[in-house]
């Protein structure tokens, strides 16, 4: 299983950017995926699940109307769009492969990208 995500960066409060997720080494189509969050000696916490076919998606609280997410399974990628983004949102963000379609559910570490850091900054 490989995992790589691409877009993070730094953006003023406000702003948008859109995280990339490509996947590799499984049958991306068969399964839900999940973006995850790190700030700095905390613990992850979940942002979102997609279903395999992508049709469903639940997002955290914290995040709900501001971040989308958008799947393609012939190419293998999950985005992660985030707008109207605070300094709370300052985080490393992965993608993992989750194991069902389990809102808040946080799949175990093997299974995560490497990451991308998003910094929201003035």
């Known amino acids: 299983l490989q995992l790589v995500e691409s877009g993070g960066g730094t953006v003023q409060p406000g702003g948008s950017l859109r995280l990339s997720c490509s996947a590799s080494g499984f049958t991306f189509r068969d399964y839900a995926m999940t973006w995850l969050r790190q700030r700095p000696g905390g613990n992850p916490e979940w942002v979102s699940v997609t279903s395999a076919g992508g049709r469903r998606t639940e997002f955290a609280d914290s995040v709900k109307g501001r971040f989308s997410v958008f799947r393609d399974n012939n190419k293998n990628t999950l985005d992660l769009q985030m707008d109207s983004l605070k300094p709370e949102d300052t985080a490393r963000y992965h993608c993992?492969?989750?194991?069902?379609?389990?809102?808040?559910?946080?799949?175990?570490?093997?299974?995560w990208g490497q990451g991308a850091q998003v910094t929201v900054s003035s």
């Open positions: 993992a492969r989750a194991p069902n379609f389990i809102p808040g559910l946080l799949p175990t570490e093997k299974f």
